[in-house]
């Protein structure tokens, strides 16, 4: 394993962090704890989940994937070696059985509660707004559109002190964003700069893979001018990058056959990128996950990559790609394709 520190902070964490979000419908409690052991054998030491999963969210299984990583930091007594993130839900149509008040303090200070309460822990590492409460452009919307009806209130002053309240109560150490853009990105840092008490935010988890690289336009150059790292989140596009679908393939049991409203990375254009991406690793004797998997770890932007699997082979692979090392020529192969078709998948 490769490791590094969640910036402004001397936490360790892996290079690739577990993603649980299917523990708890196309996952079993004794499928999740499998994963969180092995994760943990082969040296990960980084979990994320969030008190929306598992997915698609349902009033009949909210929280269950938190409770089920509750359930194993009890049996195992491994809470102490694990950095934890979890998040907020956003305010949404499906979120409204968790609650309609958005990030307003009781909110936040309910929802920490919560998922302590589940995860069997007295403290989250990293604490996460999983979606703006604005109207913009995330989860799969390509470009903003201003809607002028839109009324919502710049809050990002009282987020950050309510969040800094529970710092100092030590129930979470650090904070994060997600499915953010530069500008919502920016204004949470500027809030933090200009009144230096607030917490600021350390991490941004937002879409990264070979079909979707749209962090690079605008938030690339703030991740490394402001130190906020990104832990990049769906790295094979919902299993797209596995190559699996292609040709028109339904395989059973897999997310996109399951759930056909995924289809967020099941474009046209995203096909014919898989293919090409597939044809580059077929011919470099690689596998298309491992490399684009290897392709999202390698990014000097990357915090961590969060890794997704419904099975132990799928997770074994995944695990592996941290041994992958992409030649020149793969990444030159990688950008030709980019070039030919950027960002199918925003
Ligand atoms: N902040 C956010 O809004 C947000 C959004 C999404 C995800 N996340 C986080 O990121 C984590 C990972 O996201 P993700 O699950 O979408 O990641 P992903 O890597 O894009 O997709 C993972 C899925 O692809 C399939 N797969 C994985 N490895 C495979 C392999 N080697 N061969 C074939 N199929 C494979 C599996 O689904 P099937 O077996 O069903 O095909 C697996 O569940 C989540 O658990 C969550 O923690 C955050």
Same mark, same amino acid.
């Not at 698609?56 to 809470?79: L, M, Q, S, V």
């Not at 958005?102 to 509660?113: C, L, M, Q, R």
């Not at 094979?236 to 596995?242: D, E, I, N, Q």
């Given at each position: ?6 910036? %402004? ?9 577990? #993603? @649980? ?6 996952? @079993? ?12 054998? *082969? ?15 349902? $009033?009949?299984?909210? !929280? ?42 009781? +909110? ?5 509660? #919560? ?20 109207? &913009? ?43 953010? &853009?530069?500008?919502? &990105? ?5 809030? +933090? ?22 962090? =690079? ?8 001018? =402001? ?45 014919? !990128? @898989? *293919? ?7 011919? %470099?004797?690689?596998?298309?996950? *491992? ?11 990357? &915090? ?6 419904? +099975? ?7 695990? #592996? ?6 030649? =020149?020529?793969?990444?030159? #192969?990688?950008?030709?394709? %980019?070039?030919?078709? $950027?960002?199918? !998948?925003?």
């Amino acid at each position: 394993m490769i490791y590094t520190t969640l910036p %402004h902070t001397d936490l360790e964490v892996s290079k690739l962090c577990l #993603g @649980t979000m299917t523990w708890g419908k196309q996952n @079993t409690e004794a499928e999740g704890h499998e994963q969180m052991d092995y994760a943990v054998e *082969q040296g990960i030491n980084f979990f994320d989940t969030a008190e929306l999963y598992p997915i698609p969210a349902h $009033p009949d299984r909210y !929280a269950d994937t938190e409770k089920i990583i509750g359930n194993w930091f009890k049996k195992t007594g491994k809470r102490d070696q694990i950095v934890l993130a979890s998040k907020i839900a956003g305010k949404a149509p499906f979120t409204s059985f968790i609650r309609t008040t958005g990030f307003k303090k009781e +909110s936040i200070i309910e929802a920490v509660h #919560g998922s302590l309460q589940r995860l069997q822990t007295d403290y989250l590492d990293l604490y996460q707004l999983h979606w703006p409460e604005r109207n &913009t452009n995330y989860f799969g919307k390509r470009g903003y559109k201003h809607d002028i009806s839109d009324f919502w209130q710049d809050n990002i002053h009282q987020v950050l002190e309510t969040l800094r309240e529970l710092i100092k109560e030590g129930k979470i150490r650090h904070v994060g964003l997600s499915n953010e &853009t530069p500008w919502g &990105t920016m204004r949470f840092l500027e809030e +933090s700069k200009v009144h230096e008490s607030l917490p600021r935010m350390i991490t941004i988890q937002n879409p990264y893979s070979l079909l979707n690289r749209q962090f =690079e336009v605008g938030l690339y150059e703030i991740s490394m001018r =402001e130190k906020i790292g990104l832990l990049a989140y769906s790295p094979l596009g919902f299993g797209v990058l596995s190559g699996k679908y292609l040709g028109g393939n339904k395989p059973e049991n897999a997310r996109i056959t399951l759930f056909p409203a995924y289809g967020r990375y099941m474009n046209e254009q995203a096909v014919k !990128a @898989t *293919q090409k991406y597939q044809d580059l690793a077929l011919a %470099h004797n690689l596998s298309l996950p *491992q490399m684009a998997l290897a392709f999202v770890t390698s990014r000097p932007f990357l &915090t961590s990559n969060i890794i997704g699997a419904t +099975s132990m082979d799928q997770l074994k692979e995944n695990i #592996g790609s941290i041994d992958v090392s992409l030649s =020149e020529e793969v990444m030159k #192969g990688i950008e030709v394709i %980019h070039n030919e078709i $950027p960002d199918p !998948a925003p």
